[in-house]
């Protein structure tokens, strides 16, 4: 129930809806996040394999789909895990590493070797998530 309130209680975000519909058809923010990062891996994956321009643009559209997901719910997550107190400098340290990631992997790395280095990121993402257990309010 604190979830959905939660989602609820966010006005003004363009997939505020989508966010409640997909919350209710995982069950949960955790299962909503592993499926979003299991889309991200699955397309970062047919990035980093991937021969031909059409198949980066088909593994960086199943990126766009799950990114499109994981951002709004990290932002309803940093809102529910934080106190009111908190939130400011809690979204602050999340802001910079969104922003910032897509133009310093490809830069240190090249670009063909950020979708193996975003792939360690994924996978490890999933195992760390998946390890914390929900915590009931």
């Not at 809102?79 to 910032?100: C, H, Y």
Request: proline letters at 4%; hydrophobic letters at 50%.
């Amino acid at each position: 129930m604190l979830e959905k309130k939660t989602i609820t209680d966010i006005n003004g975000h363009p997939f505020n809806r989508l966010l409640i519909i997909l919350v209710l058809i995982c069950g949960s923010f955790k299962w909503l996040y592993l499926t979003a990062i299991f889309i991200f891996t699955i397309g970062t994956l047919t990035c980093a394999l991937a021969t031909q321009f059409h198949t980066i643009l088909a593994g960086r559209l199943i990126q766009a789909v799950a990114t499109g997901i994981t951002v709004p719910l990290i932002q309803t997550i940093m809102l529910t895990i934080f106190p009111k107190n908190q939130r400011g400098s809690a979204m602050g340290l999340v802001g910079p590493v969104i922003g910032l990631a897509p133009g310093i992997g490809p830069t240190l790395t090249g670009y063909h070797s950020a979708f193996l280095v975003a792939l360690l990121f994924s996978l490890a993402g999933i195992g760390i998530a998946a390890c914390f257990k929900r915590q009931r309010a």
